[in-house]
C-alpha cells in the first residue's frame, strides 16, 4: 500500500521540486520531465533521484500485488526496472537518444499494459487465496472490462504524447498527465484488493471451537 501510494506523490514532487530549479526559460507544458533529469539541467539529481524511487515503487507494489498474477506483476516490474534504467541513459542537452527513447518506450508500454496481463491471464473464478475476494472473482480492478479499460485509457494517453513528441507544442503536459495516470493506476489496484480481501475476511465463517480435550470434535 505504501509504496503504490507513494509513486504518484514522488512523481508530482519530483517534476515540481526539480521543475522549480530550472532557469526561466522551462516551460513545464512544453518541456518534458526527463529534461529535469538530463544533461545540463540543474540539480538533475532531484528528477533522477525521484525516477530512481518511483521505479523501486512500482516493483515494490508488483512484489506484494498477489491478485493481480504472475503476467501483471512481471510487466510492472519491467516498467519499475526501466524507469530506474533511464537515469543510466540520460536525455542529453541537445538532440535526442536512441538510448534514453528505447528504454522511456518500454518503461511506458510495459506500465500501461500491465493491468491487460491481468484480464487476458487471470481466470474469471480463482482462488479466494489469490483474488481476496469474498466470491472467489478478482477485485474490481482486475475485471476484464475494468483492466482492458485502463489499458486502452493508458495507452490513448501514451499516444497523445507520442503525437505531441512528433509535432506539438504540449509535450510536457501530454507526458504529465500520462505518466501521473500510470502511477495512479497501481494504487487503484491495490485498493481494490485490499477492499476484496476485507469483504471476503468478514463474510469468512468463523472456525468451529473445538473441545481441548478432543480436537477432532466440535462443541455444540
Known amino acids: 500500500m ?22 526561466p526559460g522551462y516551460d513545464p507544458v512544453r ?22 524511487l518511483l521505479g523501486c515503487c512500482y516493483l515494490g507494489t508488483a512484489l506484494v500485488l498477489h491478485a493481480a498474477g504472475l503476467p501483471s506483476r512481471f510487466l510492472l516490474a519491467l516498467g519499475g526496472m526501466a524507469t530506474i534504467a533511464l537515469i543510466a541513459f540520460p536525455r542529453p542537452q541537445v538532440g535526442g ?16 499494459l500491465w493491468p491487460a496481463g491481468s484480464a487476458l491471464r487471470l ?3 480463482v482462488p479466494r487465496g489469490v483474488a481476496a475476494s469474498p466470491a472467489g472473482t478478482p477485485p474490481w480492478a482486475f475485471r476484464r472490462p475494468v483492466a482492458l479499460a485502463a489499458t486502452a485509457l ?17 509535450t510536457g503536459l501530454a507526458e504529465r498527465v500520462a505518466a501521473l495516470a500510470v502511477a495512479l493506476w497501481p494504487l487503484a489496484a491495490v485498493l481494490s484488493a485490499r477492499r476484496a480481501h476485507r469483504r471476503w475476511s468478514a463474510r469468512r465463517p468463523d472456525p468451529p471451537v473445538t473441545d481441548p480435550a478432543r480436537p477432532d470434535a466440535p462443541v455444540t
Open 123 to 125: 481466470p474469471r473464478a
Open 31 to 52: 518541456d518534458t520531465i526527463s529534461e529535469l533529469a538530463g544533461e545540463g539541467a540543474t540539480d538533475s539529481w532531484l528528477m533522477a533521484g525521484c525516477l530512481v
Open 154 to 170: 493508458l495507452l490513448v494517453l501514451f499516444g497523445w504524447f507520442v503525437v505531441e513528441v512528433t509535432g506539438g507544442s504540449r
Open 2 to 23: 505504501a509504496t503504490a501510494a507513494a509513486a504518484p506523490v514522488l512523481l508530482v514532487a519530483g517534476w515540481t521540486v526539480a521543475g522549480a530549479r530550472q532557469p
Open 97 to 112: 537518444s536512441p538510448a534514453h527513447g528505447t528504454v522511456a518506450t518500454i518503461a511506458v508500454l510495459a506500465l500501461s
